[in-house]
């Protein structure tokens, strides 16, 4: 299996090469699983609503009022715009989100920011799936999770073979702003302590070495499959 985050920036720029790699692998009954993200699209809809936009270590501190508008910026905008691009790739996705739950995260110290609990499907098939950003916690309440968090627990429930983190920049970035290509644990915390590696990087990368601890072998970080930032366990 195939887990393919794609964030909210990526998803503006999905290219050709990438919607033909999916089809590559669906067409031999590899299955795919997308999962999304928004941010770029939400912190332009709160600037256009004068609210602020507001992150605590990588994640968005979400308010009544900004769940609400992520809700409408992924229903309306997101989603539907991700529906177009896959339905002119001849692919047609199934939403994935009935099967999986959230939990408060860090009781509320986030505001109505989840993490994953819980993953009911036990297996999929040869088939497409999408999961947004917005789960539903125990009582059918949407919590806003991080999509690169979503992604791991994804990959982990699954024992996917590949997580692969399309984003906005061409991999892991050093000090001299070039692509480490084999990124080690320690490589990634001597970033995080020089402040090298920030913001939706750190909670990235976390989340990418918790899924190759928990036995995902194949994990990539940048703009394609093939090029960017691989994830090594390292001596
Ligand atoms: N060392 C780094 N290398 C690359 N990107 C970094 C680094 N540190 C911080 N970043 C930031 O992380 C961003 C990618 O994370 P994020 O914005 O959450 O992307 P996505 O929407 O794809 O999840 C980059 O655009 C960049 O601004
Ligand atoms: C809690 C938290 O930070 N949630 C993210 C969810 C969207 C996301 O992850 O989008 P990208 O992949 O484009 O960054 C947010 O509100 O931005």
Same mark, same amino acid.
């Given at each position: 299996?195939?887990?393919?985050?794609?964030?909210?920036?990526?998803?503006?720029?999905?290219?050709? =090469?990438?919607?033909? =790699? *999916?089809?590559?692998?669906?067409?031999?009954?590899?299955?795919?699983?997308?999962?999304?993200?928004?941010?770029?699209?939400?912190?332009?809809?709160?600037?256009?609503? &004068?609210?602020?936009?507001?992150?605590?270590?990588?994640?968005?501190?979400?308010? %009544?009022?900004?769940?609400?508008?992520?809700?409408?910026?992924? =229903?309306? %905008?997101?989603?539907?715009?991700? %529906?177009?691009?896959?339905?002119?790739?001849? *692919?047609?996705? #199934?939403?994935?989100?009935?099967?999986?739950?959230?939990?408060?995260?860090?009781?509320?110290?986030?505001?109505?920011?989840?993490?994953?609990?819980?993953?009911? *499907?036990? $297996?999929?098939?040869?088939?497409?799936?999408?999961?947004?950003?917005?789960?539903?916690?125990? $009582?059918?309440?949407?919590? #806003?999770?991080?999509?690169?968090?979503?992604?791991?627990?994804?990959? $982990?429930?699954?024992?996917?073979?590949?997580?692969?983190?399309?984003?906005?920049?061409?991999?892991?970035?050093?000090?001299?702003?070039?692509?480490?290509? #084999?990124?080690?644990?320690?490589?990634?915390? #001597?970033?995080?302590? %020089?402040?090298?590696?920030?913001?939706? *990087?750190?909670?990235?990368?976390?989340?990418?070495?918790?899924?190759?601890?928990?036995?995902?072998?194949?994990?990539?970080?940048? &703009?394609?499959?093939?090029?960017?930032?691989?994830?090594?366990?390292?001596?």
């Amino acid at each position: 299996m195939k887990v393919i985050k794609i964030g909210g920036n990526a998803l503006k720029n999905l290219n050709i =090469q990438i919607l033909n =790699q *999916m089809q590559a692998w669906l067409a031999i009954g590899e299955p795919v699983i997308l999962v999304h993200g928004a941010g770029p699209m939400v912190n332009e809809a709160l600037t256009r609503a &004068k609210l602020p936009v507001k992150k605590i270590d990588g994640l968005r501190y979400t308010d %009544q009022r900004t769940l609400a508008i992520m809700q409408d910026v992924v =229903q309306v %905008q997101v989603w539907p715009m991700l %529906q177009h691009v896959l339905g002119q790739a001849h *692919m047609a996705a #199934n939403l994935l989100t009935e099967g999986v739950q959230a939990t408060l995260k860090a009781e509320g110290e986030y505001g109505r920011v989840g993490e994953i609990k819980s993953v009911a *499907m036990e $297996r999929v098939t040869g088939q497409l799936y999408v999961i947004g950003p917005l789960v539903p916690d125990e $009582r059918g309440e949407l919590l #806003n999770v991080n999509a690169d968090e979503i992604a791991l627990a994804i990959a $982990r429930h699954f024992m996917a073979d590949s997580l692969y983190f399309l984003t906005d920049v061409d991999g892991v970035l050093n000090k001299q702003q070039e692509v480490v290509s #084999n990124l080690t644990p320690i490589d990634a915390s #001597n970033l995080v302590q %020089q402040q090298i590696v920030t913001d939706g *990087m750190f909670v990235k990368i976390q989340a990418a070495f918790a899924a190759i601890r928990a036995g995902v072998t194949d994990i990539r970080l940048g &703009k394609d499959f093939e090029t960017g930032t691989k994830l090594i366990l390292g001596e």
